[in-house]
C-alpha cells in the first residue's frame, strides 16, 4: 500500500507560480509511476504529467511550458511546479501512484493510490 498526501495548493493571481508537493509513505516510490490530475466542479478527472522511475516525464498539451513534474525518491517525494497560472487551472489536484503503468497513463483508472486532493485557485 501506499500513502500519498498533498500540500502547496492555495489561492494565486493568474500568472503567479504554485508548487504542489505529495509525501509518499508505505512503499518507496522508486519503481512506482507517479501522476498528477487535477478534478474542476462538475468535470472529469484530467491526467496533468506523469514521472516514471528512469526519469522519463511525459504532461498533457494544455500545462506543456508551465507544468514541470519532478521527484526525489531519496525523500519519497513528488513536486508539480505550476507556473504561468491561468483561471482555468482552477481545480483539485491530486497525487497518484501506481506500480505499473504504460499507454493507459493518461487514465485515472489505471493508479489505484490517490492522495485527498488540494484545492488550487487561480483569480484572473
Known amino acids: 500500500q501506499v500513502q500519498l498526501v498533498e500540500s502547496g495548493g492555495g489561492l494565486v493571481q493568474a500568472g503567479g507560480s504554485l508548487r504542489l508537493s505529495c509525501a509518499a509513505s508505505?512503499?518507496?516510490?522508486?519503481?512506482?509511476?507517479m501522476g498528477w490530475f487535477r478534478q474542476a466542479p462538475g468535470k472529469q478527472r484530467d491526467f496533468i504529467a506523469v514521472?516514471?522511475?528512469?526519469?522519463?516525464?511525459h504532461s498533457a498539451d494544455s500545462v506543456k511550458g508551465r507544468f514541470t513534474i519532478s521527484r526525489d525518491s531519496a525523500k519519497n517525494m513528488v513536486y508539480l511546479q505550476m507556473d504561468s497560472l491561468k483561471a482555468e487551472d482552477t481545480a483539485v489536484y491530486y497525487c497518484?501512484?501506481?506500480?505499473?503503468?504504460?499507454?493507459?497513463?493518461?487514465?485515472?483508472?489505471?493508479?489505484?493510490?490517490w492522495g485527498q486532493g488540494t484545492q488550487v485557485t487561480v483569480s484572473s
Open positions: 514521472s516514471w522511475s528512469g526519469g522519463i516525464t
Open positions: 497518484a501512484a501506481a506500480a505499473y503503468v504504460t499507454s493507459s497513463y493518461t487514465y485515472a483508472a489505471s493508479y489505484p493510490y
Open positions: 508505505g512503499r518507496t516510490i522508486s519503481g512506482y509511476a
